[in-house]
């Protein structure tokens, strides 16, 4: 079984930063893609970064030059740096891992800016 735990979300200011992070446990060797969604309230739930296992990264345009992920393989572990966060960046925010075929979600942290 796969769990994804992630950590981090919170209540802040704009301008301010998070770090969130999601660690994955059960039948997860290797890990493929890590990667980190969000879904603000009645939106849709989009793609904020995903890191390859070979370290390639992908950010949407609205985050880039802002948020930085990163993984630890030894730790099954994701990470986001969220910096100069904006009102707009509130959402619930998805850890996302793919296992061979599979892909497995975590159950989401919220994030809200406020203004």
């Known amino acids: 079984q796969v769990q994804l735990v992630e950590s981090g979300g919170g209540l802040v200011q704009a301008g301010g930063f998070l770090r969130l992070s999601c660690e994955a446990s059960?039948?997860?060797?290797?890990?493929?893609?890590m990667g980190w969604y969000r879904q603000a309230p009645g939106k849709q739930r989009e793609s904020v970064a995903v890191i390859a296992r070979g370290g390639s990264i992908m950010y949407a345009s609205s985050v880039k030059d802002r948020f930085t992920i990163s993984r630890d393989n030894l730790k099954n572990t994701v990470y986001l740096q969220m910096n100069s966060l904006k009102p707009e960046d509130t959402a619930v925010y998805y850890c996302r891992i793919v296992v061979g075929a599979l892909d497995y979600w975590g159950k989401g942290t919220l994030v809200t800016v406020s203004s």
């Open positions: 059960g039948s997860i060797i290797p890990i493929n893609t």
